[in-house]
């Protein structure tokens, strides 16, 4: 009898799985289009503009107040942010200019870059009185006068103004909406309809960078068409889930790949916008375990008790593996 290998034998089960997967009521997706179909506007059209069209604020604005929680200084300004603005300096300026940002306070830096030690000092070289604590330190300083040290504060600290908050809350606002009602009409089969709430979001936001790459709400459109009928089309038998559960994963798996989008945990975050319903996977490890018999023992052996780990600490694990997973399977079954 001919022996195999380990290969050759996984090739066939992946084979006979699949084939179990596919319901006979296949869901066929019609080619759709996911490049926006109108032009955008160009970068440097919105520069010319005085950018009295705000889209390219709001994504500067929208990265700094994630990454920085809302304190931030030149040097926390990304490269390819201050590209859009020709330099950081000039980004800073405008941003200043349209209120949307301003400088952090002087009672702020001093609560947080100064000892009371340092406070105490201070206040001796003016004749005041060094009792109370650091607040009352620095209330006591400010209202006689007291100005920063430039040397010890070296670079300006800046937070994002409450009209700059609300530009980004607007944008974060239109992205979820269209993102919400994508996922609902994807469970209705309407994947045209899913896009076309997806351009509504990108006529606003949408706009050409400088280096010709679109920016828009479809980050990446190059997904191949069998991926998102292998998704519509897998019944999660591993699930002990509700069927509406089923649906809902599915249109969040679907409305995340149209965007280009695989991370497991904007994903899952998204799903719960739409359903409330725990995940119920027992055999999650399984699932893994199972693509896994061409790797090291070991290294397989490791990588399961990390995730089982994982799972124990925090049960929100469960839902992010199962992305991961059917979104491999979609790549690789069809």
Same mark, same amino acid.
Request: hydrophobic residues 35%.
């Given at each position: 009898?001919?022996k ?28 759709i ?27 500067c ?21 201050? #590209? ?40 001796? #070289? ?30 300006k600290?800046?937070?994002i ?23 609902n ?11 076309n709430?997806?351009?509504?979001y ?18 990446n ?29 599915k ?9 280009g989008?695989r991370?497991?945990?904007?994903i899952?975050?998204r ?14 490890l ?6 896994s ?20 600490a ?6 992010k ?8 399977l ?5």
């Amino acid at each position: 009898m001919k022996k195999h290998s380990l290969s050759w034998w996984k090739r066939v089960y992946n084979n006979v799985l699949a084939k179990l997967q596919v319901p006979d009521n296949k869901i066929i997706i019609p080619n759709i289009n996911l490049i926006f179909p109108s032009e955008l506007p160009d970068c440097q059209e919105i520069i010319s503009n005085g950018h009295k069209d705000p889209r390219m604020l709001a994504l500067c604005l929208k990265s700094l107040f994630h990454r920085t929680n809302n304190v931030f200084s030149k040097e926390n300004i990304d490269e390819y942010l201050s #590209e859009d603005f020709g330099s950081t300096a000039n980004l800073l300026h405008i941003l200043e200019k349209k209120e949307l940002i301003k400088e952090k306070s002087q009672k702020y830096i001093m609560q947080n870059f100064y000892t009371v030690n340092e406070l105490k000092d201070f206040c001796r #070289e003016k004749n005041l009185s060094v009792s109370g604590k650091k607040d009352e330190l620095i209330e006591r300083l400010l209202k006689n006068g007291y100005k920063l040290d430039k040397q010890k504060y070296k670079h300006k600290l800046y937070e994002i103004t409450y009209s700059g908050q609300e530009l980004v809350h607007e944008e974060e606002k239109d992205r979820d909406f269209a993102i919400l009602n994508a996922m609902n009409v994807i469970k209705k089969q309407d994947f045209q309809g899913a896009v076309n709430f997806f351009n509504n979001y990108d006529n606003k936001w949408g706009f050409v960078h400088i280096s010709g790459k679109k920016r828009t709400i479809f980050a990446n459109y190059d997904i191949p068409h069998t991926c998102f009928e292998y998704i519509a089309n897998y019944p999660m038998r591993e699930l002990r889930n509700s069927e509406e559960f089923k649906n809902n994963l599915k249109a969040c798996l679907i409305a995340g790949l149209m965007r280009g989008n695989r991370n497991r945990d904007k994903i899952a975050s998204r799903f719960h916008m739409i359903c409330n319903e725990p995940i119920c996977c027992p055999n999650i490890l399984n699932m893994y375990r199972r693509d896994s018999i061409e790797e090291d023992p070991d290294t397989v052996k490791r990588i399961l008790k990390k995730m089982k780990e994982n799972i124990e600490a925090d049960d929100e694990y469960v839902l992010k593996y199962y992305i991961s997973k059917v979104f491999y399977l979609s790549n690789h079954r069809t």
